[in-house]
């Protein structure tokens, strides 16, 4: 069977596509590896009508919705490789058969790259967190470190302000901050604190403490640290998309205005082609990229102006 879109990856981005092309009645398959990249947190935050809920609810209730639409097939499976084809692609999917579509749509989400220190994956995606956004509100009224350097630390250190007044900055003895950084940082009430960082120390996933080299400890129960994001899946690169590096230090995928890849007939949406991943934006990018693709399968059958006006 020939699908008409292939969406590769159900999160937040490939549902919310799948959606869209199962109510415009196209021949969907959705391949999932069922591993996304907020499953270590506890809840959604700032997500409309899933505020503070675990993301596996969301996803859940996703996978339901597309029940109800007969020209869409949700299948367990990790995509291993990819190609073009004569008008379309191929997709090896490992413990199944292959995928034959006419599109291909990538929703296959990034690694998050935390700094390796030891105790930090047991407190990842909860008490120690690189979104403000995302954990600000759980956070709120805490004692709390942002460690990074440079222009960034002092900008997500201010960020923290936001939700505390009890903010510390660790720059892990990269400190670039120049006397006019610091006096910003002196005036908001936030301590600058120049020490090597070698642990988190902490229980049940809450943080208590921060081990410096040392041999001291400092006192904090949350913290936000930089966590560029790499891309998961060999896929993009495999059928010849091509990545966008961005000044944050990621790699999302290219992408036009209408989520088009570098690639005829491959889409994409979600974080897998943006800087700054939110749940969302990733939403919303589904949706467009769907609308899209049934426009382009519309002007292939039926000669309709692509891209649309």
């Known amino acids: 069977m020939e699908w008409e879109c292939a969406v590769v990856g159900a999160g937040a981005a490939g549902l919310s596509a799948a959606l869209v092309l199962g109510r415009a009645r196209r021949r969907t398959i959705v391949v999932d590896a069922d591993n996304p990249s907020n499953r270590a947190s506890p809840g959604i935050g700032g997500l409309l009508g899933f505020d503070q809920r675990p993301p596996d609810e969301l996803y859940a209730a996703g ?42 749509l990538l929703a296959t989400g990034m690694d998050y790259c935390p700094p390796q220190l030891p105790g930090l994956a047991e407190m990842w995606g909860r008490s120690v967190f690189q979104c403000p956004f995302c954990h600000g509100w759980e956070m709120r009224d805490k004692k709390l470190a942002a ?26 003895g990269r400190s670039s901050l120049t006397p006019d950084d610091e006096r ?26 921060v081990a410096f080299a040392d041999g001291t400890r400092l006192a904090r129960e949350g913290l936000l640290v930089e966590a560029p994001v790499r891309q998961r899946s060999p896929l993009a690169e495999q059928l010849g998309a091509t990545c966008a590096p961005g000044p944050l230090d990621t790699q999302p995928l290219g992408v036009d205005a209408i989520h088009r890849t570098s690639v005829g007939g491959v889409f994409a949406a979600g974080d897998v082609c943006t800087e700054q991943p939110h749940i969302a934006g990733a939403i919303a990018t589904g949706s467009q990229a769907a609308m899209i693709i049934v426009q382009s399968l519309l002007a292939e059958e039926f000669g309709l102006p692509y891209p649309p006006v």
């Not at 996978?63 to 191929?90: C, H, I, M, Q, T």
């Open 147 to 172: 460690l990074a350097s440079g222009e960034q630390g002092m900008h997500t250190a201010l960020m923290l302000r936001g939700w505390t007044d009890d903010v510390v900055l660790l720059t892990d």
């Open 184 to 209: 910003v940082l002196d005036a908001a009430g936030i301590t600058l604190d120049d020490r090597r960082v070698v642990e988190l120390i902490g229980a049940d996933g809450e943080l208590s403490e």
């Open 63 to 104: 996978r339901a919705e597309l029940a109800a639409y007969p020209s869409v097939e949700y299948r367990r499976g990790e995509v291993l490789s990819g190609r073009g084809v004569d008008r379309g692609f191929v997709l090896d999917v490992a413990d199944g058969p292959e995928v034959r579509a006419k599109r291909v």
